[in-house]
T-cell receptor, first 114, second 114 residues
Framework: DTGVSQDPRHKITKRGQNVTFRCDPISEHNRLYWYRQTLGQGPEFLTYFQNEAQLEKSRLLSDRFSAERPKGSFSTLEIQRTEQGDSAMYLC???WGTGGNEQYFGPGTRLTVT | GESVGLHLPTLSVQEGDNSIINCAYSNSASDYFIWYKQESGKGPQFIIDIRSNMDKRQGQRVTVLLNKTVKHLSLQIAATQPGDSAVYFCAENIQGGSQGNLIFGKGTKLSVKP
């Protein structure tokens, strides 16, 4: 396993469209996290899963954002009715364990909403 | 609110010199800290971590120091190289907390002059 992968790497969409991003974590990692990063800022936590259970989703930016990890492996992050303010880098990370352990990040998906 | 911050937004050093990047955290309950390196267009790359029961940890060319009394974290890079040029983030986590997410600061941009 070469690390966390994300697809697509870049996405350009028009305002009002729905987008879905995929994250494949390191295979033995049971925790998966989604973060958002805007230019010049550190990553901002959105949500995370332990296996298939979504343990925290109150930080999702609005009800337009949702995430799934149906089989406890890959995860998807969907943004409905995109707005220009959603333009950012969306990062996925994974880790092993039940507490705060080192999280390994993927390359991110750069979203541009026009 | 609780956050991790950095003393300096930019740092410029001469190749071969040692670099010190500082970070202040405000949550006294945080007990796990990580330093990440992020190059342009890439996801954060794990550098080194430290738990609150330690005050120093060394890796290859890097050392992290933790001062819990003043809630201060630093990253020392020995013999800085051009490849070290990047944005460095510190992040904190409460391992015993219900959330596994990391809280990031805004980052310090390190520039290495040849």
């Amino acid at each position: 396993d070469t690390g966390v992968s994300q697809d697509p790497r870049h996405k350009i969409t028009k305002r009002g469209q729905n987008v879905t991003f995929r994250c494949d974590p390191i295979s033995e990692h049971n925790r998966l996290y989604w973060y958002r990063q805007t230019l010049g800022q550190g990553p901002e936590f959105l949500t995370y899963f332990q296996n298939e259970a979504q343990l925290e989703k109150s930080r999702l930016l609005s009800d337009r954002f949702s995430a799934e990890r149906p089989k406890g492996s890959f995860s998807t992050l969907e943004i409905q009715r995109t707005e220009q303010g959603d333009s950012a880098m969306y990062l996925c990370a994974s880790s092993w364990g039940t507490g705060g352990n080192e999280q390994y990040f993927g390359p991110g998906t750069r979203l541009t909403v026009t | 609110g609780e956050s991790v911050g950095l003393h300096l937004p930019t740092l410029s050093v001469q190749e071969g010199d040692n670099s010190i990047i500082n970070c202040a955290y405000s949550n006294s309950a945080s007990d796990y800290f990580i330093w990440y390196k992020q190059e342009s267009g890439k996801g954060p790359q794990f550098i080194i971590d430290i738990r609150s029961n330690m005050d120093k940890r060394q890796g290859q060319r890097v050392t992290v120091l933790l001062n819990k009394t003043v809630k201060h974290l630093s990253l020392q890079i020995a013999a800085t190289q051009p490849g070290d040029s990047a944005v460095y983030f510190c992040a904190e986590n409460i391992q015993g907390g219900s959330q596994g997410n990391l809280i990031f600061g805004k980052g310090t941009k390190l520039s290495v002059k040849p």
